[in-house]
DNA sequence: AAGGTAAGATACAAGCGCGTAGCTAAGCAA
DNA sequence: TTGCTTAGCTACGCGCTTGTATCTTACCTT
């Protein structure tokens, strides 16, 4: 009987259990994340998991930290509004990601957030969750396309803001449109590229 | 021995019920909800809670039901910039409350969101959560103090989207200066009333 | 080939939330 | 006052999660 082939160990071992602790914190929540449940979605004994961590939160930020971080939006050639639109498209596709959701359900949990470490917060957030059209502007900003001046901190936000209402009101991700739209009526006209001159289509 | 001067029936108890759901999940998240927790806080066995309802989510969300509808921003004189400012106040405080935190809780539980019913739904969010200054820039649209044109979904949601934000990033609660720098430099470039209408202080 | 390391399979008692049942007694209305 | 309704109290068995302990065995290193 050639059952169990490989035994896990190391790296391949943690993989499967980040993995798991992810996707049960999508299936069940934060508050409901039991050593229990991870364990057995990694199909390994719970034994196996209280050899590295201390609760199941921590199993989970721990995956969090592991990671690997988003993609960087590279701004192109000279296109302020594609590159916008592109940007948010690599954050609805962030926030869809197991990780994505997993960190949509620690933030409003009380036991998790408290045990969220800064330098995780860090690394999650103020790293990439919070700025994927800041690194456009300021490319653009810098080469004059606009005054840097109205390049502020909540200007950086509107369009993580935007999706982040749409992706909290409306079940289905918000279409390219959808994000034309918030690109067009709320990021350019805050940089003084209104209407008049960011009439594409 | 006058302990129990008062035993608490109907309308009275339920309230209590009502609070004590509110504030446990505020302070162990949705996903740790109990029957026990809430029956605990609120003084009171758990046949009580039996009677009544099935689960702590079924007790949660009735207690948000009965919640009462949150102000509505008055939009006053002539004064628009200052109206935005106090409709996004008017969202910080709502937002701060026991009935906001806890909507806040809810929201990324996926076993409360699936239990969620539209007419709550609509209730506690449509109505209200989202469109604090949609009522104004409405008042202020009609009046012909910016093209009505302008005021898409999108650009109605600029403050609240922003406040919210802010609320996730940050601890603190957002400053009146806080929020007059989301009505200066996102809601008001967005309906044409840029830096060299709307500089005021 | 030998030995150390760590994963896998049990098993266990303790604690807690669940849902129900039975009873007592307070509040309210006729 | 009588009697209905309903809150308060206690207790039970069930199942799940917890944290730990013990043993076997696969994997890796030397």
Redesign the interface.
């Known amino acids: 009987m050639n059952e169990s082939r490989t035994r896990r160990r190391g790296e391949e071992l943690i993989k499967a259990i980040h993995d798991a602790a992810l996707e049960e914190v999508?299936?069940?929540?934060?508050?409901?994340?039991t050593m229990d449940g991870i364990a057995r979605r990694a199909a390994t004994p719970r034994t196996t998991l209280y050899r590295r961590w201390a609760d199941p939160i921590d199993v989970l930020l721990d995956a969090l930290y592991h990671q690997h971080p988003v993609e960087e939006p590279t701004p192109g050639a000279d296109d302020l509004r594609g590159d916008l639109i592109r940007a948010l498209r690599l954050m609805v596709e962030w926030a869809f990601s197991p990780a994505g959701r997993a960190v949509?359900?620690i933030?409003?949990?009380?036991?998790?957030v408290a045990l969220m470490s800064d330098a995780l917060f860090e690394r999650v957030?103020a790293g990439r969750g919070?700025t994927f059209t800041r690194t456009v502007l300021e490319h653009y900003a810098e080469r004059g396309h606009f005054p840097a001046a109205?390049l502020?901190p909540?200007?950086a936000?509107?369009g993580?803001?935007?999706v982040?209402?749409r992706l909290?009101?409306a079940a289905a991700p918000p279409t390219d449109e959808d994000l034309a739209?918030?690109v067009d009526?709320?990021i350019l006209?805050?940089i003084?590229l209104?209407p008049s001159s960011a009439r594409g289509s």
Chains 1, 2 share one sequence.
């Open positions: 999508i299936e069940v929540g934060a508050g409901r994340l949509a359900a933030l409003t949990d009380p036991r998790s957030f919070g109205l502020t909540v200007v936000d509107i993580e803001a935007l982040t209402k909290i009101d739209a918030i009526q709320a006209p805050a003084g209104g």
